[in-house]
T-cell receptor, first 115, second 112 residues
């Protein structure tokens, strides 16, 4: 079984530019999550999809962030325009059941650096 | 405001000894607690979990203890091995919730 795949693994962009991160969850996982870790800090929730619907987007920092999940398969997270404080590692995760004792399967993350 | 705290950023232990990683939480609604292990350039990997109805869960060399009255949990690794060197994250969730709340991680180094 393929794991959660994230692309790109690294991205360096200038302040004010746009970046789109992509996540391919494990096939059959209806639940897809985005998390972010700013250097040295906790891994923080951004949002949760169930199939193509946003179940909870309470963690999205502001309206420069837009997440989509077309057809309930892969998801994209777009940052436009990027600011310096958006730098960090963005993790995607998926699960069959939300919030269980087995947690999620995480991807390897996209390291975003805004300069 | 952080609801899950790991106050030790790092820990070094000799191979074969016990590693004890600690985690505190503030939200009494949390009833699922997980530990994740993370190697550099990889995503966190699920290690072990415990629900609030238990105070101990064991899986091989890994044991998680939960003290609900103190809102504290700990992960014991016995015996520690060099391959255990990684960052360990504590995470908590309410069973009715959508998200896990993570700590800042503890970097464990097991010295051969």
């Amino acid at each position: 079984e393929a794991g959660v795949t994230q692309f790109p693994s690294h991205s360096v962009i200038e302040k004010g530019q746009t970046v789109t991160l992509r996540c391919d969850p494990i096939s059959g996982h209806d639940n897809l999550y985005w998390y972010r870790r700013v250097m040295g800090k906790e891994i923080k929730f951004l949002l949760h999809f169930v199939k193509e619907s946003k179940q909870d987007e309470s963690g999205m920092p502001n309206n420069r962030f837009l997440a989509e999940r077309t057809g309930g398969t892969y998801s994209t997270l777009k940052v436009q325009p990027a600011e310096l404080e958006d730098s960090g590692v963005y993790f995607c995760a998926s699960s069959q059941v939300p919030g269980s004792l087995y947690g999620y399967t995480f991807g390897s993350g996209t390291r975003l650096t805004v300069v | 405001d952080q609801q899950v705290k790991q106050n030790s950023p790092s820990l070094s232990v000799q191979e074969g000894r016990i590693s004890i990683l600690n985690c505190d939480y503030t939200n009494s609604m949390f009833d699922y607690f997980l530990w994740y292990k993370k190697y550099p350039a990889e995503g966190p990997t699920f290690l072990i979990s415990i629900s609030s109805i238990k105070d101990k869960n064991e899986d091989g060399r890994f044991t998680v203890f939960l003290n609900k009255s103190a809102k504290h949990l700990s992960l014991h690794i016995v015996p520690s091995q060099p391959g255990d060197s990684a960052v360990y994250f504590c995470a908590a969730s309410a069973s009715t919730g959508n998200q896990f709340y993570f700590g800042t991680g503890t970097s464990l180094t097991v010295i051969p």
